[in-house]
């Protein structure tokens, strides 16, 4: 190196002493000098340091330490089933009931057709001209199976008979929740949720901190219900009944609000529409059950692309020489020759048609050496493919349904470039120089 970074704090450490010995000109000048030769060091401890010529005892990092994997989503043609109950193992979300069905139209947008989907669904609101911060993180429930507030509360009658009373109540300034199960007349609270409310609660687990215990049948009908915020987040928007596939399609099922609005439940299936625009961002579900943040974008091959929000990044391994799976079958794994890779379990169902089987091959190198990575997809048995940095690249599974990946290079994505650092240094360097030429000398 040039410089090591000890000398050169060791070189800063000297030029601040002797900045109060600024007696004449000489030591003026030799000071001067001596911070003129650190401002010209300095870039050269950040071109060490940001990329070392070869990993030593004493520091400094391989090529692998700033290169990952990155997983940006699916590609698809005419259809993509996110949901197909009568077609499991073609489905995104292989563990949901009821059907999602995402078709592109002749607009440019994607339609979700859903039937029978009893999961709360979220798309992003429309920003005004100049959104802020905040309002680009709201998110509005889009698929409501009973339209309307429930206001201060509701009721559940089955046959005629009350199965569960809720009610909203407030007292000294703060929110509680009464609730009677049965027809019993002594009523149970929660205290305090409020707070959680803000977003939405499993009728289940409010029932549990209650301290209801409910019968298996009951337990099957209301524990899958939600309580949602029409807008998440915003407590004075619409409280939602969100009912579960259980209580919606049983018979003789009646929801009535405190203002006597009431809906039937299992009269016929549901359908709906949403439309979504490009680049809208949607998930489904809260909580722990909540899925990744999606939006979908056109190709221009008409195909269309399913996209996260925040693609999954997994960082790459730094032997020498690395050969490694893509999977995202523990089967596959699990019978794999590799001794390491990428294992993405996004699927319940292990016959899911829509796995994908993958080698990777790399040599790792010194910070300075560009990367070259080696793809070959097993279930295509195509000839490997030879991928560099910030180039994007496919697996494909059974179904058609193709894997977006890019090995990204961190140095190129992160916003805050080398090249920052040495125009901070410049500038500081020019402040430097200033203040020692407003210190002056002494009489």
Known sequence: ????????????????????????????????????????????????????????????????????????????????????????????????????????????????????????????????????????????????????????????????????????????????????????????????????????????????????????????????????????????????FFPSANLYLAEGIKVQTASGRHWLSGQQPVRQKITLNKDDRFYCNIGQQKSPVYYFANTTDNRTQLRYNFPVKYYLKDDKENHLFICSSYGQVTRNAQSGGFYYPLFKEEENANHINGALQYKRGSAREAMAFRIRDLHTGAQPRLVCTGEAFQLHSSSGLAWLFEMENLRDSNQIKVAYLYGFMLFYCLMVLLSIRMIGLPN
């Open 1 to 240: 190196m040039f410089i090591s970074l000890s000398t050169f704090a060791l070189l800063v450490v000297l030029m601040v002493i002797g900045l109060n010995y600024l007696k004449n000109w000489r030591n003026y000048l030799m000071i001067s000098g001596l911070f003129l030769f650190l401002a010209v060091a300095s870039f050269e401890v950040v071109k060490n340091y940001t990329f070392p010529a070869a990993r030593t005892a004493q520091g400094g990092f391989y090529n692998t330490a700033y290169h990952l994997i990155r997983h940006d989503g699916f590609e698809f043609s005419d259809s993509l089933n996110l949901v197909n109950e009568s077609s499991v193992l073609h489905s995104i979300w292989d563990d949901k009931k009821g059907n999602c069905l995402a078709r592109p139209d002749s607009n440019g947008k994607v339609v979700l057709a859903l039937e029978n989907f009893f999961e709360p669904l979220y798309r992003q609101l429309e920003t005004a001209a100049f959104p802020s911060l905040y309002s680009r993180k709201k998110y509005r429930l889009a698929n409501s199976i009973f339209d309307g507030d429930i206001g201060q509360g509701f009721e559940i009658y089955r046959k005629g008979e009350r199965l569960l009373a809720f009610a909203v109540l407030e007292q000294n300034d703060s929110l509680f929740y009464q609730i009677h199960l049965g027809q019993r007349e002594r009523p149970s609270y929660c205290r305090g949720l409020h707070r959680t409310l803000k977003k939405g609660y499993p009728l289940g687990e409010l029932l549990d901190l209650a301290g209801l215990t409910l019968q298996k049948s009951d337990r099957d009908l209301l524990g899958s219900c939600f309580l949602l915020r029409e807008t998440v987040g915003d407590v004075s928007s619409a409280l939602h």
